[in-house]
């Protein structure tokens, strides 16, 4: 299996590099700060768990769930070579970032 097709739970690496090239094309040089890459329309944590595929999580706590997608996140940021992160937008939202510095 090639790093492009490797699925991390529920990330696909290849969708993700896709998605930050985009927005890296759209935006130019002036592209800077927390971008969202990917939004769940969701902050509900059984439907996050559901779509990420994080079912070895089995403490279901707000801060199981926000310690598993950060070590998702950083996971992620290794393999693409970009800082990423699972944040929440103004509705209560799942969101997955992209930090541009």
Do not use: H
């Not at 939004?39 to 926000?66: A, C, N, S, V």
């Amino acid at each position: 299996m090639s790093e492009e097709s490797l699925k991390l739970y529920g990330v696909c690496l290849e969708r993700l590099k896709y998605q930050i090239e985009n927005a890296r094309q759209r935006a130019g040089e002036t592209i800077k700060g927390r971008i969202v890459l990917e939004g769940y329309q969701t902050g509900d944590m059984e439907e996050i768990i559901d779509l990420l595929e994080l079912y070895d999580i089995d403490d279901r706590k707000p801060e199981t769930l926000k310690e598993k997608l950060d070590d998702v996140a950083n996971d992620v940021s290794l393999l693409v070579r970009e800082t990423v992160e699972f944040g929440y937008d103004d509705n209560g939202f799942l969101c997955l970032y992209w930090l541009v510095k």
